[in-house]
């Protein structure tokens, strides 16, 4: 079995966050990046469960994004992944990364593509679904259990209110989140081992780019907080109705 996990870059969560250039970029200076947790955490570690799982089971990683990326993509290969692609682009366009990711995916004839179900920095939440339209795959979000019976995934899925179960013929693309797998951090011979495994650059294939970003804001400063003596209860209901209008 193939599978191809798709990683992505992100901030650390602790990050302070500023913006450049009139709040047109992010500002990455002294920032730590990290691989994005639901990509490293719930699909490449999957991944590597059904690789120890199912003999002969492969792993490829892939990213698009710029060689600052090579050091986030060699911690995934150090967790677990056999060998890994880069494309060498610099976007932030969901359409576009989705069609650099299935121009891959084509050229290798996957079995299972696996994605976070978003990334902590856009939250878009988009790239999956777009992956499985371009290469006319059945896609399923939100993952929280994958199995397989023969060539037939078995899926969980949180939908409101409860749990779905999906079962679908491979190949499929399946985005996944927290109960997928548990975290794992890798070893001293798995990070002497990813130094040696290939990274393979490729230049970007021919793609429309749907948007672009405008302008960045942080969100408004929280309020200061009143205290209301417990002697007063009216002076609490007043500033609920007046100031918070709750009531």
């Keep these: ?45 999957r991944a590597i469960e059904l ?33 890994a692609i880069r494309v060498n682009s610099d976007s932030h366009d969901s359409y576009y990364i989705a069609s650099q990711i299935a121009t891959i995916a084509k050229e290798n004839k996957y079995d299972l593509i696996l994605t976070g179900k978003e990334t902590i920095d856009y939250n878009g939440s988009s790239i999956g679904g777009m992956v499985a339209e371009l290469l006319d795959l059945p896609y399923v979000s939100l993952a929280t259990k994958f199995n397989l019976e023969g060539n037939d995934a078995i899926i969980i899925r949180e939908v409101d209110g409860g749990e779905e179960t999906d079962k679908v013929q491979l190949p499929v693309v399946v985005s996944c989140q927290k109960g997928m797998a548990e975290q794992r951090i890798p070893n001293m011979k798995g990070i002497m081992g990813a130094r040696t495994k290939p990274l393979k650059v490729v230049e970007p294939a021919a793609s429309d780019t749907f948007t672009s970003i405008a302008s960045f804001a942080l969100p408004p400063a929280k309020a200061g907080v009143k205290l209301v003596s417990a002697d007063h209860p009216e002076e609490l209901v007043r500033l609920l109705h007046e100031e918070a209008k709750v009531i």
């Design 1 to 45: 079995m193939k599978i191809l996990v798709c990683i992505s870059k992100t901030p650390d969560t602790t990050a302070k966050i500023a913006f450049a250039d009139n709040n047109t970029k992010f500002a990455s200076a002294g920032v730590q990046w990290i691989i994005n947790p639901y990509d490293e955490w719930y699909a490449l570690v």
């Design 51 to 83: 690789k120890e799982a199912v003999a002969g089971t492969v792993i490829h990683l892939v990213t698009v994004g710029t060689a600052d990326c090579d050091p986030i993509i060699r911690k995934a290969l150090a967790l677990g992944g056999d060998e």
